[in-house]
């Protein structure tokens, strides 16, 4: 006899181990960045970067209607966040390889069972039902 399964008690499981996975593998990365671009060998420190959104803030602030005031100024905040993304480094901090694989058994376990729950097809129920 097969044994019924409770999708409501798979769910929650899944998204603690998920939940647990996800934090542990989290909490050994560190996230590092620095301010500024670099183009070919041409280095554009952080103080360059800024100018564009201090010019844009001040030409808004002397013509509130201007488009070219507004334009510059959304500029310069794409070019400051541009350059944040574009430096951050992930650094995986040293672990051993049991608490690894735990980790990653974890997660994904959790996110099947979660699957599982989640995009199961209708006609697995109805199939489930002509077999009694």
Avoid: C
């Amino acid at each position: 006899m097969k044994k019924q399964r409770n999708p409501l008690g798979q769910f929650v499981i899944g998204m603690v181990m998920l939940a647990a996975g996800l934090y542990w593998f989290m909490s050994n990365v560190t996230v590092m960045t620095h301010f500024g671009f670099q183009i070919w060998n041409f280095r554009i420190g952080a103080g360059l970067i800024v100018v564009p959104f201090i010019a844009g803030i001040i030409w808004l602030f002397l013509n509130v209607d201007s488009f070219g005031a507004k334009l510059l100024t959304v500029l310069g905040l794409v070019i400051i966040l541009a350059s944040i993304i574009s430096n951050i480094q992930f650094m995986f901090r040293a672990t051993s390889m049991y608490v690894y694989l735990i980790m990653l058994i974890l997660i994904f376990g959790g996110a099947a069972l979660v699957g599982q729950v989640l995009f199961r097809w209708p006609k697995d129920e109805d199939r489930d039902k002509k077999k009694k």
